[in-house]
């Protein structure tokens, strides 16, 4: 049999395996989902697996898709939700492409990822110029939608019309979603594409359009070109797309924010039980005792009468969170203040910890319903000397950063061993139920300091190759990470944190959740309601804090914080910042009254969301800001209003044009208990007028469909 005959034969039977189908899930009824579009694209894909749109230089050959290699197999396998196409590629004799692809039945999403595998005894060829999606959308009138990154751009909201235009976006610094986000909106023709780029390291992705064209080109390991050694792997990014019907920003919204919470996250537990949206409070600022940051100043005295407290005034949240400062240095001595400059060890300080303190500390959490979650920072490490001498560390797997602190690198098979080791061992130890992930420092440096004794080691092109292994190294660490807790009856997804909102890839939130957006979330109620207006469209279950504070690290309010506060802090992860026995004026009457609404309406934060209002600058509060939280099954819906800081206009009207017409609502204000019936036509039409006197206040408007 000639070679194109067995590929026709193989086409034949990729197509005969993905019709063979078990028990179907339904597509969803939004109409504004095209599963058509998404089924047509993977289809292609199936039919003819070369037409994954890659492109890339191997050797001295330019491949724009992977037409021209030798198909080894193929394979399609398919679950009730799901078509997952599996292809394998001959690059030369020894290296090997495989194309991991699904298609999504409910939705219409497609993704796919591209590795490429030296499974020989010498180094392959250059591979270079890779670009991990190449793809033209068809349609006039292209706009792009979407927000930057935490930090610089503080989650700006952008529209960007795309007639005869480039818009470009380039993430240099190893830590994905700051300053630039890899999530877009294209809106083309009559429809739009919703996109992500999976890949926790650097990026670049660019729209260029012109005529009835809109081209995506997007890669990751930005500049990558190296061989690959023998036993080594390199991946693409996962590429996500997701059709969509019409133009309306709203309905392609809550379509990727239904698909997200189905799809994308991680589970809450072993059983594969959906996280539920839950609260969590750091004791750390009710010790009495200096603390920079973290939980430096936590010790074995200071947590029990915090946590009477809460149990006495009945504001249990569902984690208690142990932060930074909590392990020895490197070389073995306590840390009074420099929870940054001291990381490495994972080995709990039993100077403030003596015995079994912490978790006799953590077990009485439990009795009281609450888990425990601790940090951890373990791409960094301090005097690494000092850690290799006192914690068998080895110098080899740290390259410097700045100031004391070195990268580590992950991509190595020992050093990733040695690190699982330690946190597993921490945690098991001492009863601890999730992990928490920060990094506070770009990696970049250390990677290319990394490459550069791989080329003068080998006189071969090595470039991005430690970045490569090292976000493959890091996902590793977290999957294992997760093993450890399903088998351990501990939480199943991660705590995600890079100095605030660094690492929100789409492929990084399928194993955790960001509690904290945004390290500057613990400042303003604008600044809040800004980020909740643009993020949340990418990222339903997340979290910011519930304290307003000009500075990241001061208290909030004397008192504990106000309805205004708590109200612009309504997310799926309610993060309490209060200070609990060492506020005299704490109004324990008030933060019942706001966490108890906070767990009546969370339910609806993971729902549609409507922002009815333009989006406004973090540092804009001359204006109102009100959002609608919506649930299709019930139809019932929530409100937020709020008249910001030096917003002179005492009234605004809220329409709202999900509601079904010919249904009456009734609409309760949790304030006052006024009670108002409208149908859904009068909310559409002449909307709901709210009034709030003074500036800096709010209201909440529940509203329930009448019988």
Not at 353 to 366: R, V
Not at 378 to 403: I, T
Not at 567 to 583: C, K, M, Q
Not at 598 to 606: A, D, G, M, T, V
Request: with cysteine; net charge negative.
């Amino acid at each position: 049999m000639s070679r194109v005959s067995v590929v026709i034969a193989a086409f034949a039977i990729l197509l005969a395996a993905c019709s063979r189908t078990s028990i179907e899930v339904s597509p969803t009824d939004r109409p504004c989902a095209d599963i058509p579009r998404g089924a047509a694209l993977f289809g292609s894909w199936v039919e003819d697996p070369s037409s994954i749109p890659v492109s890339f230089v191997y050797g001295e050959e330019r491949h724009d898709g992977l037409g021209g290699l030798d198909l080894i197999s193929a394979s399609c396998n398919e679950t009730a939700s799901e078509k997952i196409l599996q292809a394998v590629f001959s690059l030369d004799r020894d290296v090997e492409l495989k194309v991991d692809a699904l298609f999504n039945k409910e939705f219409g999403e497609t993704e796919y990822t591209v590795w490429v595998e030296n499974k020989g005894t010498s180094p392959s060829k250059e591979l270079k110029d890779i670009y991990s999606a190449v793809i033209p959308f068809k349609g006039g009138d292209a706009v792009l939608r979407g927000c930057l990154g935490d930090h610089v751009n503080k989650y700006a909201d952008y529209q960007t019309p795309l007639k005869d235009t480039l818009v470009s976006f380039v993430s240099s610094n190893g830590r994905a979603t700051h300053i630039v986000f890899p999530y877009f909106d294209l809106v083309h023709g009559d429809g739009g594409t919703l996109l992500a780029i999976g890949w926790a390291g650097t990026w670049q992705a660019e729209f260029s359009n012109e005529g009835g064209e809109t081209l995506w080109k997007a890669g990751n390991c930005n500049d990558f070109d190296s061989v690959i050694m023998p036993g080594e792997k390199v991946r693409s990014a996962l590429v996500v797309m997701l059709p969509y019907k019409g133009r309306d920003r709203d309905d392609a919204t809550n379509l990727w924010r239904e698909w997200f919470l189905k799809y994308n996250m991680p589970s809450a537990d072993a059983e594969g039980n959906m996280i539920q949206p839950f609260s969590t409070t750091c004791f750390a600022s009710d010790t009495g005792l200096p603390n920079s940051d973290g939980s430096i100043s936590e010790r074995f005295y200071t947590w029990k009468r915090t946590l009477e407290r809460l149990v006495y005034e009945d504001v249990k949240p569902d984690f208690r969170w142990f932060d930074a400062g909590w392990y020895f240095d490197p070389r073995g001595n306590t840390v009074p203040s420099d929870w940054y400059g001291t990381v490495g060890t994972w080995e709990l300080d039993t100077l403030k910890w003596p015995g079994k303190t912490f978790l006799e500390s953590n077990e009485a959490c439990h009795k009281e319903g609450m888990k425990v979650l601790v940090w951890f920072e373990p791409e960094s490490v301090c005097d690494v000397e000092d850690l290799a001498k006192n914690y068998g560390y080895n110098p080899e797997w740290a390259d410097f950063n700045r100031g004391n602190r070195y990268t580590n690198n992950l991509g190595n098979h020992d050093c990733l061993e040695w690190t699982l080791g330690r946190i597993t061992k921490m945690m098991g130890e001492n009863g601890v139920d999730l992990f928490r992930e920060d990094n506070n420092s770009n990696p970049v440096k250390a990677w290319t300091g990394f490459d550069a004794k791989e080329i003068e080691k080998t006189g071969l092109p090595r470039k991005g190759i430690t970045e490569n292994l090292a976000i493959q190294g890091h996902y590793e660490l977290w999957d294992r990470i997760i093993d450890f807790c399903a088998r351990n009856g501990k939480c199943t997804f991660i705590d995600n944190c890079a100095s605030g909102g660094g690492r929100n890839d789409i492929e990084s939130l399928r194993r955790s959740l960001p509690f904290m957006r945004s390290d500057a979330d613990r400042t303003t109620t604008a600044l809040r309601l800004s980020m909740t207006t643009s993020y949340c469209r990418w990222i339903p279950f997340h979290g910011a804090n519930t304290k307003e504070s000009k500075g990241e690290l001061e208290p909030g309010v004397e008192g504990g914080s106000t309805f205004y506060i708590t109200r612009a802090s309504w997310l799926p992860v309610y993060n309490i910042s209060e200070v609990f026995t060492h506020d005299v004026h704490m109004d324990y009457d008030r933060l019942r009254a706001t966490f108890g609404e906070w767990k009546k309406y969370n339910h609806f934060l993971i729902k549609d969301m409507y922002p009815l209002t333009p989006w406004h600058r973090h540092d804009d509060d001359s204006s109102w800001t009100a959002i609608a939280w919506h649930d299709r099954e019930t139809d019932e819906a929530v409100l937020q209003a709020f008249r910001q800081e030096t917003c002179e206009e005492p009234s605004y009207t809220a329409v709202l044009k999900f509601l079904k017409p010919d249904r009456k609502y009734s609409l309760t204000n949790e304030d006052t208990g006024e009670v108002k019936t409208l149908t859904g036509a009068e909310l559409s039409s002449s909307g709901l007028e709210i009034v709030l006197p003074e500036p800096k206040s709010s209201a909440i408007w529940h509203i329930v469909p009448v019988e």
